[in-house]
């Protein structure tokens, strides 16, 4: 099997188009699309559907993709093994437009010259993440694992950061012209986050926030993606959903969607920190950054997760 046509379908599915794969591998797209026709050829399978922005995963290749992602792992663990000096630290962050990967990314803008290999593991289950981080795929991972016994043994987690939460709605919703809210006058308010999936710690999260706040949460339909999501909201006049402050999210002009900070208390989304007992060298002052982050005005509502220490000491002995 050809080590560079996995490590194409691997940029692929990650980027969600051939193009941005190309430009990252240093090849034109024409090579990449070759060089995954050629793996569908070995494997018989299709790996990609064509989409208008890109490409999708087919079942076959979602089931393909932690193997194939395993496969470039090994491979460039054994050309590391014979080249001079030390690989980039490889980061697991849950989405490319999400708070970990902000500030991950104004963490590398403060350091000119620092390598990164930041990568987005496409799987809703922290557990299969955190056997990641203790095969060394991944050096460390933005995840939670709520139940830190099921960890595997040389894997740590520590907390990172604290998001704080707002609320997206469209310009007709009766919150649209709030500054501010508070978590009780969402209370009645239809809150769309489809597809929860059951296991993940987003699941965890929502089941403590409902349970506190007596908030109504729909989690009901699939989940099409975040521009499908963005278009419901700006169309309805009761619909909004929880976003975090720090996340990007891009929309035409004339949906008009209203970002609505929530206080008294902060709703705080904690993100942890997935480390092995033996970190890379560069993750140090990786941590030691997100650790002197500021911390959310108080009062602050955290989940009932397990209490960690403060980020700093994830890299300690």
Known sequence: MDTEAVRSFVRAAEL?????????????????SKRIAALERELAVRLFTRTARGVDLTLDGQAFLP???????????????????????????????????????????????VDLD?????????????????????DAAFRTVT???SLPPDVRMVHAFDSALELLVGPRHPLAAATTLTPAELRGHRIWVPGIVAGSEWSEFYDDLTTAFD????????????????????????????VGALDRYLWP??????????????????????????????????????????????????????????????TDG
């Open 253 to 314: 002009a004339g949906h008009d969607l209203r970002r609505i900070p929530i206080a008294e208390p902060t709703l705080a989304y904690p993100i942890s920190l997935l480390l092995p007992a033996d970190p890379h060298p560069a993750l140090r002052p990786i941590v030691d950054h997100f650790a002197a982050l500021p911390p959310l005005p108080e009062p602050v509502w955290r989940p009932a997760w397990p209490r960690l220490g403060p980020a700093a000491r994830g």
């Open 118 to 138: 930041v990568v987005t593991m496409r799987v809703d289950d922290p557990r299969r993440v955190a056997a990641a981080v203790a095969a060394g795929d991944l």
């Open 215 to 242: 908030l109504r949460v729909d989690a009901t339909g699939p989940n099409f993606g975040t521009e499908v999501l963005l278009d419901a909201l700006a169309d309805s006049a009761d619909l909004a959903t929880l």
């Open 67 to 113: 193997h194939a992602r395993g496969v470039v792992a090994h491979a460039d663990r054994a050309a590391a093994a014979v080249r001079p000096g030390s690989r980039a630290p490889r980061v697991d962050v849950l989405g490319l437009r999400s708070a970990q990967a902000v500030l991950l990314h104004d963490y590398w803008r403060s350091r000119p010259g």
């Open 16 to 32: 969600g188009q051939l193009r941005h794969a190309a430009d990252e591998l240093g090849v034109t797209q024409q090579a990449v």
């Open 147 to 149: 139940d830190p016994a």
